[in-house]
């Protein structure tokens, strides 16, 4: 038998030669691969901020081509697969633009009217708030101070705001080009996306490609099957809402749908997000009475979501456990704020499938009835009881 390896950390007086306790070997051995680790992750993080724009357009086209492929695959069938895919995106475009258009109008129609209502809310609220027995300064908390306010800070700061105007004006270019770039990979991936992945396993090693086939397929099933079915439940969620905004008589009902729909993208944070402007809206409009029933109503849409829609439209494809999910949007934000809580969850429940479907897991550890643990700990069930006199 081999000798068992120690750490020499050198000898004592006596010329014995001390060794480092296992646990500390262990944890040493430990130490510097998960420091490796961490240098790994770290490069990886810092070469996608500078290919940030790459990155986005990707995603953007990967999501473009899970939610429309199976149009294109439909009409693929009637006439030349190209022809399809033009036809899925140029109606795709149409429809946003369509949307976008609506609400554009919407807004325009009604902002005049609303900002007043909004103001006198505001004002109620403020009212409300001065003769309360709270220790506030009345004289301070009005509409017309607030907005006074609002008016001077506009005014010492304007330089500042027109430079953030010209900064804006560039990130606009950014993301007309990352949408840009995103259709266009999107055509590509429709169109002929099984032959680029044929042609990527054709240039691996043999003895890789069954690997590599496995958790392509694995990750792509996942992130296809999240993304239509996050898209087909936020548009019920949109539907919904501006149905029920619209039966309360609360003004833009149709934007307010199209911004649940689009909050609802973003797990466990989107939809509050989403009641708390929604409720804003109707209590400048329409008061508080209003306001209380549109958060009851998007509180209902929430649960008929968590119940009903996320287990029929996900089914098993995304089973993420609620911590792990808010842990995912909370790190997504933290390190790529909105895209990142929106990026998080598919991109964490892709990995998660992968190593799911890879891994090789021991048995379950069975239930233990009584008291748990302490009951599995002290049951044996070989060891005969003693008699009882």
């Known amino acids: 038998m081999a000798p068992r390896r120690t750490l020499d950390t050198g000898s ?27 240098l790994a992750v770290g490069l990886v993080f810092v070469s996608a901020t500078r290919i940030q724009m790459v990155l986005i357009a990707v995603f953007i086209g990967l999501v473009l081509t899970a939610v429309l492929r199976p149009v294109a695959d ?18 795709a475009v149409a429809v946003v633009a369509g949307l976008f258009t609506y609400i554009g109008v919407s807004v325009a ?9 909004f103001a006198s809310g505001i004002g109620e609220i403020a009212d409300w708030i001065g003769h309360s027995k709270l220790p506030i300064d009345n004289s301070k908390l009005t509409a017309q101070n ?5 008016q001077d800070w506009v005014n010492q700061n304007s330089g500042q705001i027109a430079g953030t105007v010209f900064q804006g004006f560039g990130s606009v270019i950014e993301v007309l080009t990352t949408i840009a770039l995103a259709i266009f990979l999107s055509v590509f991936f429709i169109t002929s996306g099984r032959n680029m992945w044929v042609w990527f396993l054709n240039e691996l090693p043999i003895r890789m490609r069954p690997g590599w086939r496995t958790v392509g397929s694995t990750a792509w099933d996942t992130f296809s099957g999240y993304t239509r079915g996050v898209f087909m439940i936020a548009a019920t969620n949109g539907t919904l809402a501006s149905i029920g905004l619209a039966l309360l008589k609360v003004p833009l009902a149709a934007p307010l749908g199209v911004f649940v729909f689009m909050a609802t993208f973003i797990p466990l944070v989107g939809a509050p997000l989403a009641m708390v402007v929604a409720m804003v809206v109707a ?24 119940h009903v829609l996320q287990p029929l439209v996900m089914g098993r494809q995304v089973s993420l456990h609620p911590v792990a999910v808010a842990l995912s949007v909370t790190a997504g934000t933290l390190l790529a704020g909105i895209l990142g809580a929106v990026v998080a969850v598919p991109l964490v429940s892709v990995v998660w499938a992968v190593f799911s479907h890879l891994r090789h897991a021991d048995p379950p550890t069975e239930e233990v009835g009584g008291a748990g643990l302490l009951s599995a700990l002290t049951d044996r069930s070989d060891t005969p009881s003693p008699e009882v006199p």
Do not use: C, Y
Request: positive net charge; glycine residues 14%; hydrophobic residues 50%.
């Open 74 to 91: 439909f009409l693929a069938k009637i006439m030349p697969r190209p022809l399809a895919t033009t036809l899925a995106l140029l109606g």
């Open 283 to 306: 209590l400048a409009a329409n008061g508080p009475g209003t306001a209380i029933a549109v958060g009851l109503m998007i509180a209902g849409i929430g649960q008929l979501e968590g």
């Open 12 to 38: 004592d007086r006596s010329g014995h030669v001390e060794t480092a306790p296992p646990w500390l070997q262990v944890a040493a051995g430990w130490s510097w691969r998960l420091l490796v680790l961490a």
């Open 109 to 117: 129609g009604q902002w005049v009217r609303l900002s007043k209502q």
């Open 146 to 150: 607030a907005l006074q306010q609002g």
